[in-house]
């Protein structure tokens, strides 16, 4: 679930909720987002944020308020305080760190500035409501003398707040997470995470693979040709991959698991159990994301090879189908590894949207960047994102099939068109050779040729970056 409103009280994990236990109160965030406090004034804020933040991480209406007139209760420079704040934020957010926005926040008006900005830079919004009761917010504010607002004020704020949760629901927040007395702020215990996608304390040797489109024989001859050990043993229910990985190393897959060819089944078979025994991780290409799809009910075209593939599944049974439903709904958009020098995406990735999550580093991620028209062969025109990339990160990518890979920009396309005819090919890294074996024959005749498509208009290819050992 992306959006909504998530009232609760612990979380074990970013998407697993439980019951209050003991006397702690547990939140869970990524290490890079946005988080909005809400709470009105004398809510303690403040003293949570600096609690539980770094005091860099915090973009505070009331610093900013200092730093334009030496007076945090100036209310007169509000507007550019919060214009600096919102510059803050941007700032933070392009930046990839973790930013905690520190004001009242009690309309969505208030709000709104930020969700844009998060969004504009990929990253979730989690909402923290303060609530500690209105006495409590009273006696606070009555025993300050630092305040020069009147207490009708904080009567409105008050109101507002009340009034104002049902609202926060549809606003695009991630999650919402509501302390609702004095002591549940005071026990709280935050904890940040990684993004899911976010691998960089996975270090190599990695075997690379392109997109395998139900071509099981191959990837089989081809993990085999790589050094694994590879058996499918078993019928039915029982029938399951067991492989030995050559010593310290691991299999990437880029996605396109599924469709086309003849064995889309044990292909996953293949992959799943490789990934239950911590040999391999994979990232979901576009017909996986179809088939997931078609799992969830939705109305999607059988087209391009999912019909083969529904087919094939209908042979299998219900709970293997479910564990394949299962393991496609929990991949993630792309794998950022070894300390940020390598990315896996399936049609690609830019820079800015590494490690990172939201709509539209989903959808390039799965499609690379489209012109939203159709060629003469009824696709989307693609262009190659590619030849205008200039990131440190070396990207591996498929969705695109391709005579043979050629470095373009720190970036390796190596989709080989196996289901076409072509070959299966695996990129070894980091020693940068490539592995291939032939296609058994060709299973699909292709619809457009093997081909890069071109740059965006305007755009001058350059030429590859060659190594001495290509």
Known sequence: MYLGLKLFRMTKDI??????????????????????????????????????????QIVSSDRCRAWISDDENDQSVSDGAFEL?????DLRLRARRLTVVD??????????????????????????VLDPGADTCLTRYQQRDDRNFPEKVLAEQLRQLSAGMSRLDGEGFREVFRLESQREIEQVILTTIPMRSDKRSQFGPFDII????????ELLELLQTLGYQVELTG???NRKAITIPPEGRRALFVGDLVDRGPNSPDVLRIVMDMINAGHAMTVPGNHDIKLLRWFNGRNVKLTHGL?????QLGRESKSFNKRVHDFLDGLV???????GRLAIAHAGIKTHMLGR??????VFCFYGETSGETDEFGLPIRYNWAAEYEGDTTVIYGHTPIPEPEWLNNTLCIDTGCVFGGKLTALRWPERELVSVPARKMYVKPIRPMAHPPPRPGIKLNRPDRNDDD
């Open 15 to 56: 998407n697993e909720l439980s019951e209050p236990f003991g006397t702690e109160m547990n939140l869970t965030i990524p290490d890079f987002c946005l988080v909005i406090l809400i709470g009105a004034s004398s809510s303690g804020k403040s003293t949570f944020a600096k609690r539980h933040f770094k005091q860099t």
């Open 85 to 89: 704040m919102r510059q803050l934020v």
């Open 210 to 217: 392109g997109d395998v489109h139900g071509c099981a024989d």
């Open 307 to 311: 019909d083969l593939t529904i087919e």
């Open 235 to 237: 019928k039915g229910e």
């Open 103 to 128: 004001a009242t926040n009690l309309l969505p008006s208030h709000r709104e500035p930020f969700l844009k900005i998060a969004r504009s830079n990929n990253a979730f919004v989690y909402a923290i």
């Open 357 to 362: 999550s939201s709509r539209s580093v989903r």
């Open 333 to 339: 958009s792309h794998l950022w590894l070894e300390g």
